[in-house]
Antibody, heavy 118, light 107 residues
Framework: QVQLQQSGTELVKPASSVKISCKAS????????MHWIRQQPGNGLEWIGW????????KYNQKFDGKATLTADKSSSTAYMQLSSLTSEDSAVYFC???????????WGQGVMVTVSS | DIQMTQSPASLSASLGETVTIECLAS??????LAWYQQKPGKSPQLLIY???SLNDGVPSRFSGSGSGTQYSLKINSLQSEDVSIYFC?????????FGGGTKLELK
């Protein structure tokens, strides 16, 4: 069965960076786009970008250009997102999600809560 | 960016009732519309893709319809486990965008 297992809760300081992971299993990692989505407290969902692990191609929401960097390691079937120059505005839950049928996100990770605080 | 306007923002309904949630896109998205259900503290789960296709394992009381810029999610015979927040999402054009969500509660 398809599973996306994300890394644990992060408490980080302002101006620092954090790298969160999303380990995929149960399918061919290189065959599906992996998306990242942000959900701020009490707010809706924002799409950050995607990576295609098969060739490493990426596409970002312009809003997150320079903030998020997406990478993937084919050998471990793991996708990563690095967030840089963190501020309190970046405190949120971050999800990875696999793109399935006709562009919808058919499997999601459990989410990683990132809290930016001094 | 394509704006997704979801209504209502909140909804209260009784068990067994039929509820409908609407989603309006700022431009034609050619049925590239998905619906998700999110329970508190959990990740969203895909219900409907391509406007009207039911995802595997989703109860048949859920259905989607619409075309162009107007879409809807209908839940027949509301069950207690349907209490959740529902989001629509367009995957026609980047950046993919979501509706603001509809919080469904029991009356």
């Amino acid at each position: 069965q398809v599973q996306l297992q994300q890394s644990g809760t992060e408490l980080v300081k302002p101006a620092s960076s954090v790298k969160i992971s999303c380990k995929a299993s149960g399918y061919t990692f290189t065959s599906n786009y992996m998306h990242w989505i942000r959900q701020q407290p009490g707010n809706g969902l924002e799409w950050i970008g995607w990576i295609y692990p098969g060739n490493g191609n990426t596409k970002y929401n312009q809003k997150f250009d320079g903030k998020a960097t997406l990478t993937a390691d084919k050998s471990s079937s793991t996708a990563y997102m690095q967030l840089s120059s963190l501020t309190s505005e970046d405190s949120a839950v971050y999800f990875c999600a696999r793109e399935g049928e006709l562009g919808a996100f058919d499997y999601w990770g459990q989410g990683v809560m990132v809290t930016v605080s001094s | 960016d394509i704006q997704m306007t979801q209504s209502p923002a909140s909804l209260s309904a009784s068990l067994g009732e039929t509820v409908t949630i609407e989603c309006l896109a700022s431009e034609d998205i050619y049925s590239n519309l998905a619906w998700y259900q999110q329970k508190p503290g959990k990740s969203p789960q895909l219900l409907i893709y391509y406007a009207n296709s039911l995802n595997d394992g989703v109860p048949s009381r859920f259905s989607g319809s619409g075309s162009g810029t107007q879409y809807s999610l209908k839940i027949n015979s509301l069950q207690s486990e349907d209490v959740s927040i529902y989001f629509c999402q367009q995957n026609y054009d980047s950046p993919w965008t979501f509706g603001g969500g509809t919080k469904l509660e029991l009356k």
